[in-house]
Every structure is written in structure tokens, then in C-alpha cells.
């Protein structure tokens, strides 16, 4: 975790591998694999690190979380909603499964139910633009002009906030 956070994607994927040559069924190993494979855009790979790991791991939710993830990039959309089922069935604190089963639901062609998936996912971390802009697609969607320009004045403001802290210090 500590070479991810660093930025060293690959010594990280090392490490997890040499831990799992010592300790096969060391949770979290295939985990860590499977994010840097999804960091290198390798979602192939990605499923079958997290897929080990769910076997390893069945009860760890951000597991089912890159699972719902992985299947969105695959295009695998009812495999993704049913990860992403059993993540919010394990763990409704993180907002990142609302907001990904907000995306499956948008791609699915359900707004409505994208909606609340997004609403609920607003109201936890207000401050997330994708929530804002995955909101504004599925009320565009329901033909809701007013929410949907309330929504992308909503992303704007927090990129330019975002923008304005990313500033180096005088």
C-alpha cells in the first residue's frame, strides 16, 4: 500500500507478488495486483487478480468494488451491477460503489434509479465532480434541464475551486 501511495505502481506489484509466493492465500495480495493491473489499464488482468482475491477475500467489499469497476470497462453491465450489489450489501460507508452503480444504472438506461444511486452518493461527499457530472448526464437523461444545468454549474465551480488550491504558494 505504501509503494502505491508513493506512486511506484510496479514495486508494489512486485511486493504482492513475492508476499503471495510466500503465503498463497495472503488476502489483500491478489487485491493490490488486481489495482495495479487497473492502473495500467490492464482490465483482463485486473479481473483475474480480483477475482482470486474474492475467493481469498469474500467478505472484503472494495473487492467487489474493482470488480463492478472492471466489469463497467468490459462492458459487462449486469456482472458490474451485481458486484456492485454485494459491495453496498457489505459496506455503505464508501462512496465510490454509489457512485460506479450510479454510472452501470446510466449506461443501462435507468436514470431514475442512477439518480438515487447519485443523490445518495452526493449527500456523502458533495464535493465529488463525478458525482455531479454522472447527475447531470442521468437527469439530461429524464429531461430535466434545470437539474442537469444546476449539476454542470456544480462541476464547474469545483473544478475551478480545485484549480484555485492546486496553486503553488506565493
Do not use: C, W
Amino acid at each position: 500500500n505504501m509503494l502505491m501511495q508513493a506512486n511506484l505502481p510496479e514495486l508494489a506489484r512486485n511486493a504482492a507478488m513475492q508476499a503471495l509466493k510466500l503465503t498463497p492465500q495472503l488476502p489483500l495480495a491478489h487485491f493490490m495486483i488486481g489495482e495495479v493491473d487497473l492502473f495500467k489499464s490492464d482490465v483482463n488482468g485486473a479481473l483475474q487478480e480480483f477475482e482470486q482475491e474474492r475467493a481469498i477475500n469474500p467478505a472484503y467489499p472494495a473487492t467487489y468494488d474493482r470488480l463492478g469497476d472492471v466489469y463497467i470497462h468490459l462492458g459487462k453491465y449486469q456482472e458490474a451491477q451485481e458486484a456492485l450489489t454485494k459491495a453496498l450489501s457489505l459496506d455503505t460507508s464508501s462512496t465510490g460503489p454509489f457512485i460506479l452503480m450510479g454510472k452501470v444504472l446510466l449506461l443501462r438506461g435507468d436514470a431514475q434509479t442512477s439518480s438515487m444511486y447519485l443523490r445518495h452518493a452526493e449527500k456523502m461527499d458533495p464535493n465529488n465532480y463525478i458525482t455531479h457530472a454522472l447527475l447531470s448526464q442521468a437527469y439530461r437523461k429524464m429531461g430535466d434541464e434545470e437539474d442537469t444545468k444546476r449539476e454542470v454549474d456544480m462541476v464547474s465551480k469545483i473544478h475551478a475551486a480545485e484549480r484555485l488550491t492546486l496553486q503553488p504558494a506565493q
